[in-house]
């Protein structure tokens, strides 16, 4: 294998492939990252058997072939070669590289034990702008439960209803639900997927008004982005049922400016932090009245409001709020609230684009 190419393209595709290598891998194998010349392209692809990532950057071939090299050290190297171009070529159980005047070698590992993606038939599918879904994972991923008490919590339900993809991940404190057009749907698409191989798809996601094609069978999903193809295993079981989680029945309907209120909160935070983050809200018709207590101090605010419905009282983990708004990009929210020990819900002003379900903490006295 010999082949010659930019080296910011192929330190970039070192940096995306590498983000599918596991940090607790007991398979040697799976520390590294897989090198095909082939044609006019050099393909990379590192896996930890849940996350398979692949990508593609344009080479001059000399002599075709692949091999598997240590990834992260191959990767950081890469990193600080400042030269344009490098040239790199196999040996027998060696990668060199070349750079101006400089030559270095890494090992490299068996490519004939590297594990092959899982091939996606495509029966259930759908395409999206990239910005969009972007986006609308990364309403809900951090909803997802951390620890394994109910394993399918700890993944985001991704399905299509109509010409929309819903996005849906709780944790039994929290729910997120968000939404983006799609279209060129095929089938039924309804998968959950583990919210850490989400978070590391959408770092790989761009901006730039690109599609990505979405395919999806029993076990695993591909995203196709082009040059680049992301393929997830998915969790098995039935989701929640959260649609039947979001209150029906609103008493009070709060719009507020979302600014306003955060940094009412924030303040209302300094002294509630040891005491769990717990701030209360009292809201009636004009203001919100933000107040916590603890032996460091008495933190009051007044946030303008518009109230439709009754005063209510009520208390939260401002992480959670905060949480939710900082995915937030409209200036004025709705939330919804109906007793104070209800959940509240946060909602766009107009539109569904968004869902936030937030649980109370009790207020005592």
Do not use: W
């Not at 010999?2 to 330190?11: G, M």
């Not at 770092?203 to 730039?208: M, P, T």
């Not at 603890?294 to 409001?305: A, F, R």
């Not at 007793?339 to 766009?348: D, G, M, Q, R």
């Amino acid at each position: 294998m010999k082949f010659v190419c930019n080296t910011k393209e192929l330190s970039d595709a070192l940096n995306t492939v590498g983000k599918a290598i596991s940090n607790k891998a007991n398979i040697p194998i799976l520390e590294g990252i897989k090198i095909r010349a082939e044609g006019d392209e050099v393909t990379l692809a590192a896996t930890d058997l849940e996350l398979y990532i692949e990508t593609r950057i344009k080479a001059s071939v000399k002599l075709e072939g692949e091999t598997v090299v240590t990834g992260r050290i191959f990767a950081e190297f890469m990193r600080k070669v400042a030269d344009e171009e490098v040239d790199i070529e196999k040996y027998t159980s060696t990668l060199s590289v070349s750079y101006g005047m400089n030559t270095s070698e890494f090992q490299c590992m068996d490519d004939d034990t590297y594990p092959e993606p899982k091939e996606i038939s495509g029966e259930n599918a759908f395409v999206a702008k990239d910005k969009d879904l972007k986006e609308t994972i990364e309403g809900v991923i951090f909803c997802a439960a951390q620890d394994d008490s109910r394993p399918i919590l700890r993944g985001c339900k991704l399905e299509v209803e109509d010409d929309m993809l819903v996005a849906a991940a709780l944790d039994g404190y929290r729910l997120g639900v968000t939404r983006c057009h799609v279209f060129g749907q095929k089938g039924d698409f309804a998968v959950v997927i583990p919210a850490k191989n989400l978070q590391e798809i959408v770092k790989v996601i761009g901006e730039e008004g690109g599609n990505v094609t979405v395919q999806a069978e029993k076990t695993h999903v591909l995203f196709d982005l082009g040059s680049t193809k992301i393929t997830t295993r998915v969790l098995e079981g039935e989701f929640i049922q959260y649609k039947k989680i979001i209150p029906e029945a609103v008493s009070s309907s709060v719009s507020v400016n979302k600014n306003a209120l955060e940094m009412g909160l924030d303040r209302a935070t300094l002294v509630a932090r040891n005491k769990k983050n717990y701030v209360k809200l009292s809201i009636s018709s004009g203001t919100i009245a933000v107040d916590s207590s603890s032996e460091l101090g008495k933190i009051h605010e007044s946030v303008p409001c518009d109230l439709s419905g009754k005063d209510i009282e009520i208390a939260f983990n401002t992480r959670y709020l905060f949480d939710a708004f900082s995915r937030i990009k409209e200036d004025f929210i709705k939330i919804n609230l109906s007793t104070s020990n209800a959940p509240a819900v946060i909602l766009p002003t107009e539109g569904d684009k968004y869902l936030y379900l937030v649980l109370p903490v009790r207020l005592i006295g």
